[in-house]
């Protein structure tokens, strides 16, 4: 019975991928008659105009392929629940937020009318759903904390906001926001499956089936590309991972509560270092600049597709990461932890991510291997109190 189960839920991602696959050409021809193409400007990397929204392609596969073809395997099997029952709020979330996209995709949005949207989507899953940061584990043997239904909102509204702006903000290669999303989304499917015990089936199968709507659709957006994903895709992609993520976010395990973090390492941090290195520079936290990860290493010299493959390795780095936390001691993870971070920090340096200049970690290395430089610091400070 369950192996005819997977052998059917095989079959729904074959059949989620090709319609992504073949109704992606179709979706690139009504971006251009509906004028959703991005332009080069000086923020843009592309050089002519290309089609934009291509996310409909993810999302017109994940709807077919959740709302449509899931229910009819589960129905053939009484011993699971109805899966429309769940995952009707959910994809109805994810649609508020494609919408919202599409219409940013042909007549830019004002950055509070796409928060809105985004919010909307949030509000719709905690009310519907059991997708809901109502507890929380504090890592390394600290206590479990229960949050009211106010905190709880508050919470999980904010989690899918962030991690939805983390996605849409590293959307700026060919190709990068699908790799990365596969990458962390396979990690999260096999540990929601192996780690996370109480986690409910359907988060795990629909993770794999959200992978094969974007795998679909990879083909035409890696380098070069020939349609962009679009704030359509970027959002919609980022709404499901920030929802999906939750089940682990809730879980009474600190590991539990650190992975969706860990895994989503490369979007998170490089949304945490702007912010800062916005505010060090006086300007406002939401301005675009071309200072994150994938503009520093071309900047650096990488080309596009190499850029790209860099961050997949990083992501993969993260993702493992948290693979090894979840079959570790405690005093491997916190371990593990301090290396990852320390590597990050390294990596954000020698990029200069933070800015030119701003390397705490590399002066503060300095200062203990470099007699002459510590000798010049303590000089300064010590003139500096006079």
């Given amino acids: 019975m369950i192996n ?29 008659h509906i004028g959703a193409v991005d332009n080069p400007n000086a923020r843009r990397i592309n050089k002519v105009p290309m089609p934009s929204s291509g996310g409909l392609s993810i999302l017109i596969a994940f709807l077919i392929g959740s709302m449509i073809l899931m229910p009819i395997i589960t129905q ?27 219409i940013d995709d ?9 928060l ?32 009211g239904p106010v905190l709880s909102f508050f919470f999980t509204v904010l989690w899918i906001v962030a991690i939805t702006n983390a996605i849409n903000l590293i959307d700026g290669l060919d ?3 699908c790799g990365v999303s596969i990458i962390s989304l396979t990690t999260m499917g096999l540990i929601s499956y192996f780690f996370l015990f109480d986690s409910n089936l359907y988060t795990t199968l629909t993770i794999f089936l959200l992978i094969a709507a974007i795998a679909g659709f990879f083909p035409y957006n890696y380098n070069p590309a020939l349609i962009y994903l679009g704030d359509t895709g970027a959002l919609f992609i980022g709404f499901m991972i920030g929802v999906l993520s939750l089940q682990g976010l809730k879980n009474s395990t600190a590991v539990a509560v650190i992975t969706p973090v860990i895994i989503l390492g490369v979007p998170i941090l490089d949304t945490f270092v702007a912010i800062i290195r916005r505010k060090l520079s006086g300007r406002p936290a939401m301005e675009a600049d071309k200072m ?9 010299g990488f080309t596009h597709r190499g850029a790209v493959l860099v961050v997949y390795g990083i992501t993969m780095v993260f993702s493992l990461t948290s693979l090894l936390l979840n079959v570790s001691s405690r005093w491997g993870g916190i371990l593990l932890m301090v290396g990852l971070l320390f590597t990050a920090e390294v990596l954000i340096e020698g990029l200069e991510i933070w800015g030119v200049g701003r390397t705490p970690l590399f ?11 510590r000798q010049s610091v303590i000089d300064k400070w010590k003139q500096r109190f006079k």
């Fill in 4 to 32: 005819r189960f997977l052998l059917y839920y095989i079959l729904v991602l074959i059949g989620t991928f090709l319609i992504s696959l073949i109704i992606t050409p179709l979706v690139r021809f009504l971006a251009f």
């Fill in 76 to 102: 053939k099997h009484h011993y699971l629940a109805p899966y429309f029952d769940y995952i009707m709020p959910v994809a109805f979330g994810g649609l508020i937020i494609a919408i919202t996209g599409f």
């Fill in 106 to 114: 042909i007549h830019e949005l004002k950055p509070k009318a796409k």
């Fill in 116 to 147: 809105l949207g985004i919010i909307l989507g949030a509000v719709v899953v905690w009310t519907f759903t059991d997708y809901r940061f109502d507890s929380f584990k504090i890592p390394f043997g600290g206590p479990m904390l229960y949050f």
């Fill in 175 to 177: 190709g990068l926001v």
């Fill in 292 to 300: 994150h990860l994938h503009h520093r290493l071309l900047a650096m």
């Fill in 363 to 373: 002066s503060c290395l300095k200062f203990i291997g470099n007699s002459s430089y």
